[in-house]
C-alpha cells in the first residue's frame, strides 16, 4: 500500500488511465495515475494541462481535477463531450484504461483552500460542476463543519452530473444541502436563489459554468446587494487577474509607443505595443506559438524571457519560482520595452 509517507508528490510527466466511467450519456470521468509510484497534492478546484497528439498533432487542453486531495493516489478529470469538439470526442472515442497521456499542473487559483470560511454556497452549470465537485468531496471526505450549499443548475434530470453522488453526500453530511434547478432551460434566478440560500449575506460564493450563467449569477447577486469581493469565479474571462511583473534587469515602463519583440528560434522579430499581450502580437503577425486556454491559465505559453521586462498578469499558470527564473506566460504579458524571448 503506497502511503503519503512512501511515495513523493507527482509533479509533470505522463499518467495512465485506469479506469473510465459513464455519468451521463455523454460526460465521462478518466481516472489516472502516475507511471511510477506518486501521489497527487493539489488544492481542490485545481486543473491539470493534457499534452496529447492527435492525428499527429500537438494539442494542450485544461481540465479540473474532479477527484479531491483527500484522495491521492488518483487524479481524475470530467469531460462533457462536445459536438465538433477536437479534444473532447478524442478523450469520449480514443482514452482507454491502459493510454498513457502528459500532463502539467497542479495549476489554478479557484479553490475554497485560498478562501476558508464557515459557509459557502456553490452555483454551477454543465460542466462548471467539476471544480465544485472536488471541493465537496474534500469537505465530505474531511468531515468538514463547514456549512455547504451546492446549487447545480442543468437542463433535465439526465443532465446532472454526479447527481447520485451528489444525493448521497446530502443525504449523509449534516452540514451539506444540495439542490438541482432545472426547467426554463435548467436557469436560476434570484426568487430561486433567495428561497435556497436565505442567509447568501454570510456566505462565500464559488461560481463555475458556461459564460451566459456566470454573468447571470454576477448580475444576480450585484442585485441583491452581494459582496462582490467574495464572489470567486473560474472562467476564461477574468475580472480581476493576478498582476505580477517578471523581467531582466527591471526596466520601468514605456508609455505607449510599440516595442520590439525578437523571437530567437523563430528567427522573427515582431512589434507589440505596451497594451497588447506578446502572444496576440505574434499572431496578428502570422507567427504560431504554442498556447491554449490565453487567459493565463494553463501554462502552454510559458517560455523565457532572455531580454526586456513585461508587465504579467495570469491566473495561476505560472509559479512565483518561475517567474524569479524570468519566465513568462506569453498570452498575458506586455512589453515595458524591447524584448528578447526564447521561442
Request: proline letters at 7%.
Amino acid at each position: 500500500m503506497i502511503t503519503e509517507n512512501s511515495a513523493p508528490a507527482w509533479s509533470d510527466g505522463p499518467l495512465v488511465c485506469r479506469q473510465v466511467h459513464d455519468l451521463t450519456p455523454d460526460v465521462r470521468t478518466f481516472l489516472f495515475a502516475p507511471t511510477e509510484p506518486r501521489l497527487f497534492r493539489h488544492d481542490p478546484g485545481q486543473f491539470l494541462t493534457l499534452s496529447l497528439d492527435i492525428d499527429g498533432s500537438p494539442v494542450e487542453r485544461c481540465y479540473t481535477i474532479s477527484s479531491p486531495p483527500t484522495r491521492p493516489h488518483l487524479a481524475a478529470i470530467t469531460v462533457k463531450r462536445t459536438p465538433g469538439g477536437l479534444v473532447s470526442n478524442w478523450l469520449h472515442d480514443r482514452l482507454t484504461p491502459g493510454t498513457t497521456v502528459r500532463a502539467r499542473g497542479p495549476l489554478g487559483l479557484f479553490s475554497l483552500a485560498r478562501h476558508p470560511a464557515q459557509k459557502y454556497l456553490l452555483l454551477s452549470a454543465g460542466s462548471g460542476v467539476t471544480p465544485m465537485m472536488s471541493m465537496t468531496r474534500t469537505l465530505y471526505d474531511l468531515a468538514h463543519p463547514a456549512d455547504v450549499v451546492f446549487v447545480h443548475s442543468a437542463r433535465s434530470p439526465d443532465d446532472i452530473i454526479f447527481r447520485r453522488e451528489l444525493d448521497l453526500i446530502a443525504a449523509t453530511a449534516p452540514g451539506i444541502r444540495v439542490a438541482h434547478v432545472g426547467g426554463e432551460g435548467g436557469r436560476l434566478n434570484r426568487a430561486t436563489l433567495r428561497q435556497l440560500v436565505p442567509d447568501l449575506h454570510q456566505r462565500e460564493v464559488f461560481s463555475c459554468g458556461p459564460a451566459g450563467f456566470m454573468e447571470a449569477v454576477r448580475a444576480m447577486l450585484t442585485a441583491e446587494g452581494f459582496d462582490l469581493a467574495r464572489l470567486h469565479e473560474e472562467s476564461f474571462s477574468f475580472d480581476q487577474p493576478a498582476v505580477e511583473t517578471a523581467g531582466v534587469e527591471g526596466v520601468g515602463a514605456a508609455a505607449g509607443g510599440a516595442f520590439k519583440v525578437e523571437f530567437t528560434r523563430s528567427r522573427r522579430t515582431v512589434e507589440c505595443d505596451a497594451d497588447t499581450p506578446v502572444l496576440a502580437a505574434a499572431s496578428r503577425a502570422g507567427l504560431s506559438l504554442p498556447a491554449s486556454c490565453a487567459q493565463g491559465m494553463c501554462g502552454t505559453c510559458k517560455t523565457t524571457l532572455l531580454a526586456g521586462s513585461v508587465e504579467m498578469r495570469h491566473n495561476g499558470g505560472i509559479r512565483p519560482r518561475e517567474i524569479e527564473r524570468n519566465k513568462i506566460l506569453l498570452c498575458c504579458a506586455k512589453p515595458l520595452e524591447d524584448l528578447v524571448i526564447d521561442a
